[in-house]
């Protein structure tokens, strides 16, 4: 997962200066390369300024005096005129309140605006960042460190450690959709046993270490988002397998023509994710390329402008989406919004597909002619209605 390695100079933002790079650069990455965030961003300066600048840890990683890479760490420890750094943002995105019961807020810690250079990414950067923040975690003794991540990344990080814990997802137009996650710093029997990098970077504190007594109930909500890493494997296969079956994929959709052993390469890393009615699981202008089967219930494909939205397509049980972005590698077009109830879909990442291809040719080929065909086979149905 390191990657190339990088000499990478990475510490806490300094002065007011290195805060403004901080600030252009989150503008470049997350306004101008993935269109979030442009309500409130200032375009004349292309500057990405939020209050919680103010109230945060900020890291920035910085090769050769130009910076690299950069993260937000707020700490419930911290307080600022007699009130703390965590606010109603942070308690109600991540869904805190249930933890908060049951610790104080000094035990918890939020990252968020986590962002690599283009350049880098791909580097040892990644888990240098996180070494930095796990070293600042241990110092403090902080139990749990809360962030999120869009659907096509869960593999990257629940293989460093992180874990679900909602039964719900984040979505909102500005944000896109977002899937709240936890590690448990000292709960070094995880970390070790998942193989995580940061294993060790992380302090072993022996019979001291603080794990929350409740940690297992609190977590056990994580039901809207499934993977292998998170089930058990088999279980995990063969239910997925069986929900395409019904959703009739395996005769006739994305996994027809394949035996047990391919359509269980295909699925292996593979992301399972129960939505929400309203849930936007693709947003007009995002650059992420993955792609995602309906397992059930209903989708609309809306073209979204400021005069509203407009239906275009519905997409239902054993149809794919998402998967023009990953072959033209281009911004999506349209919103994609879950409607109704009972709506959960697979989601692969563009970059494990590209690994199939790499790995086992045959089932790859295999899948993609099944895309070309249910593209194909969605022109004609398009080309009847004109």
Known sequence: MAGAEVNADIGPVGSAAELRDVQRFKYDIYVAEMGRYGAIADHQNRLLIEADDATSHIYQARVEGKLAATMRLTWGGDTFDGRGALGARHVEQYDLAPFLEVMEPKQIVVGERFMIDPAFRGTSLLIEMFTAYMHFVNERRIQLVFGDC??????????????????????????????????????????????????????????????????????????????????????????????????????????????????????????????????????????????????????????????????????????????????????????????????RIVSFNDRTIRALIESHSETAATLLYNISVMLCERLQKTNERL
Do not use: W
Not at 183 to 205: N, Q, T
Not at 303 to 314: L, Q, S, Y
Not at 322 to 335: N, S, V
């Open 150 to 343: 869009e659907p096509h990344l869960l593999n990257t990080y629940q293989a460093l450690g992180y874990r679900t814990y909602t039964a719900r997802n984040v979505n909102s137009p500005e944000t896109g959709y977002l899937i709240p996650l936890v590690i448990v710093p000292e709960d070094l029997d995880y970390m070790r046993r998942i193989g995580s990098p940061l294993a060790p970077a992380l302090r072993d504190f022996g019979d001291e270490a603080r794990v929350p007594a409740d940690i297992d109930a609190l977590l056990a909500g994580g039901n809207a988002v499934q993977s292998h890493r998170l089930a058990d494997p088999e279980q995990y296969l063969a239910g997925v397998t069986e929900a395409a079956r019904e959703a009739n994929a395996l005769e006739s959709g994305l996994f027809r023509g394949m035996s047990e052993e391919q359509i269980a390469v295909c699925l292996e890393k593979s992301v399972t994710i129960a939505c929400q009615p309203g849930d936007r699981v693709i947003k007009r202008g995002n650059v992420a390329t993955n792609m995602g089967l309906v397992l059930s219930g209903r989708f609309e494909v809306r073209d979204t402008t400021k005069d509203g939205d407009t239906v275009v397509a519905e997409i239902g049980p054993g149809e794919v989406f998402g998967e023009i972005a990953f072959f033209l590698k281009l911004p999506r077009t349209m919103d994609v919004v879950a409607v109704g109830e009972g709506t």
